[in-house]
């Protein structure tokens, strides 16, 4: 892949040096500059999705080895550091791996006045897209919304870890020059400086509860449900704020944003300037001074809102190529988007993450339930407790940087609503 990552850092500098003089000297681009920005920017996509197929098809094939075996054996011999024997609950959701669950199945048949305390550790999987058995297409693959591939969780772009520790150490890069050279026979070899910082971060819990009447808690389709629809994303979705922008103070996590070296905010100029001029920037000053290819760019719907309706000045074009009826484009500059509410609007977070970042977390989200809370046995309640222990680790700063200013849409839907909904 290091040709095209590099064939595309040369198209994506073409264009941001044409951007540049269309900015800085207040003029339209010649006929020739034109031809040129428009090779580029064509090339740059074309790079991009080569890019983002390859890395696809890596994820699925790592992804779905272990279904290749009805025998519950991965059909790769077994290697050094890979297990030869499937995971049970690989592909389940968590709502499905906890009515799965042995401790599950024996707690729903027990007595309920000698219930007690059930505990389940399920792990943060992403499950495959498939129908569950009984519904409209049993077992059929199903194919999501074009919306869906933006719509992703920012905890699912950084590497992923574990610890069975309270805090991990980290290394974090601060300054790097590389001095490799060719040299002769016998001669000194050269040493780059490599200089870093080293310290501590303790994991952050984030928990919650939901409470649910017996009869949901029995009913294991429901409940599954129930824990994948609420539970689930009432954690995911602080653990996307917290590693996006943590504080860092006790209890929170010092999300990405917030880590200290970082490149500079960069804020969008006055028009003529756009929101994806702006983008390219901070992917070029990545690109640059963090020596680090983008993976993503996370931004809020309405910052994605007005990125997709940009218009050119007079002909009313959307500059994003396409119309209001064909497929939104899923990346810009060949880099993916994600949406996420946890952004600020007007603003974006462009970073390696993959490379260059990781969310460690200490055994997966843990479940507990209970019916001898307060009142909850005499009402007939379980309380279902969900909670997970993780920390995002920045070892580049420099591969992360936010753009602030950007354009808001026009219009913006108000919270008022029509006289027959009320």
Do not use: C
Not at 186 to 201: N, V, Y
Not at 340 to 360: D, E, N, R, W, Y
Not at 384 to 409: C, I, M, N
Request: neutral net charge; aromatic residues 6%.
């Amino acid at each position: 892949m290091s040709t095209l990552h590099e064939d595309l850092r040369s198209a994506l500098t073409e264009i941001r040096n044409l951007g540049r003089v269309r900015v800085e000297d207040n003029r339209d681009l010649t006929t020739e500059e034109q031809t040129r920005f428009t090779n580029a920017e064509t090339k740059a996509k074309e790079l991009g999705g080569r890019l983002q197929a390859q890395k696809e098809a890596i994820d699925f094939a790592e992804r779905y080895t272990g279904y290749l075996s009805e025998s519950g054996v991965a059909l790769e011999p077994a290697g050094k550091g890979r297990s030869s024997v499937v995971d049970p609950f690989a592909g389940m959701s968590l709502g499905e791996q906890f009515v799965s669950a042995p401790e599950y199945k024996s707690w729903r048949g027990a007595n309920p006045a000698t219930r007690g305390r059930l505990r389940i550790d399920s792990e943060f999987k992403a499950p495959p897209t498939v129908a569950p058995a009984g519904g409209i297409l049993p077992g059929a693959i199903v194919q999501p919304s074009p919306l869906e591939s933006l719509w992703r969780r920012v905890a699912s772009l950084p590497a992923q870890g574990r610890t069975d520790a309270g805090a991990v150490p980290v290394i974090t890069e601060t300054t790097f020059v590389n001095a490799a050279d060719a040299v002769a026979a016998g001669a000194p070899k050269p040493e780059s400086e490599w200089q870093f910082t080293q310290g501590t971060l303790p994991l952050s819990k984030i928990a919650t509860i939901l409470r649910v009447p017996d009869e949901v808690f029995e009913d294991e389709p429901l409940l599954r449900s129930y824990i994948d629809s609420r539970l689930m994303t009432a954690i995911a979705d602080k653990l996307d704020a917290e590693v996006l922008d943590g504080t860092g103070v006790a209890p929170h996590m010092l999300g990405i944003m917030r880590t200290p070296g970082i490149n500079a905010d960069y804020a969008k100029p006055a028009a003529p300037a756009t929101n994806a001029d702006a983008l390219l920037t901070m992917i070029i000053t990545i690109m640059e001074q963090g020596k680090a290819l983008p993976d993503g760019i996370v931004l809020s719907p309405a910052s994605w809102g007005a990125l997709m309706s940009e218009k050119a000045t007079g002909s009313g074009v959307f500059l994003n190529g396409g119309t209001t009826i064909q497929t939104p484009p899923m990346s810009i500059w060949g880099i993916p988007l994600v949406l996420s509410p946890a952004k600020a609007a007007q603003t974006a977070l462009v970073g390696a993450f993959a490379a260059h970042s990781m969310l460690i977390s200490k055994g997966g989200i843990r479940i507990d339930s209970t019916n001898s809370h307060g009142t909850d046995f005499a009402s007939n309640i379980t309380a279902l407790r969900a909670e997970v222990r993780a920390v995002v680790v920045v070892t580049r700063p420099k591969a992360f940087g936010e753009v602030t200013a950007l354009t808001a849409p026009a219009v913006l839907a108000t919270n008022g609503g029509s006289d027959r909904k009320k």
